[in-house]
């Protein structure tokens, strides 16, 4: 029987997600990552190159499945914001993949600049319209608010942000999502005449 070469791929990409976002691809393992896959570990060369380059893949697998869960509406930023949150809480895992990209590959190009560029158009577009508040710059107004979006992951003292989902009470974790919304809902709503 052929082996199927794109199920071992997913599993190795798989493994590889839940290794670099526990360790950082310094401390990850590509034996760890091949034995979790149930793989072997020349695969990865074959089908990824070295171990950067797998760690770019995993990153771009796991971008790619965030916008696509989370897609974008620049007519509900504030919605947006949550709904970025709610993601981050279902796999906060991410936000540790994230933070091992920009202290480790930070100038490492990918999918994130020509998303973060499209939806800086749709911004101004929007501001344009009148639509979206525009005090700020698109890139300005974008950035903060998915840094309204990921800020309790990133403030959250004493969480770990792999257990996130736990470590909140039902009520702590409506209450963040609440401020991010409400964050969102104030730096992005236009001005209103006399205000």
Do not use: C
Request: hydrophobic fraction near 45%; proline fraction near 5%.
């Amino acid at each position: 029987m052929p082996r199927d070469s794109s199920a071992t791929k997913a599993r190795l990409l798989d493994a590889a997600f839940t290794e670099f976002a526990a360790y950082g691809i310094a401390g990850a393992r590509v034996d760890r990552i091949a034995e979790a896959a149930g793989a072997n570990k020349r695969l990865i060369y074959v089908y990824f190159g070295n171990k950067e380059q797998l760690f770019d893949a995993v990153l771009q697998r796991a971008m790619t499945a965030g916008a696509e869960s989370v897609p974008f509406d620049v007519e509900d930023l504030p919605g947006y914001a949550g709904a970025i949150f709610d993601h981050l809480v279902a796999r906060p895992d991410l936000m540790r993949l994230r933070l091992w990209k920009l202290l480790e590959r930070p100038s490492a190009s990918g999918l994130e600049p020509d998303a973060f560029r499209l939806k800086t158009a749709e911004v101004a577009d929007a501001q344009q319209r009148g639509e979206v508040a525009g005090e700020m710059e698109p890139a300005d107004l974008l950035t903060m608010v998915l840094a309204a979006a990921q800020a309790w992951f990133w403030a959250a003292e004493g969480v770990d942000p792999k257990e996130v989902s736990q470590s909140w009470s039902p009520r702590r974790l409506d209450l963040h999502r609440s401020a991010v919304v409400e964050a969102a809902r104030r730096m992005s709503e236009p001005k209103t005449a006399g205000e």
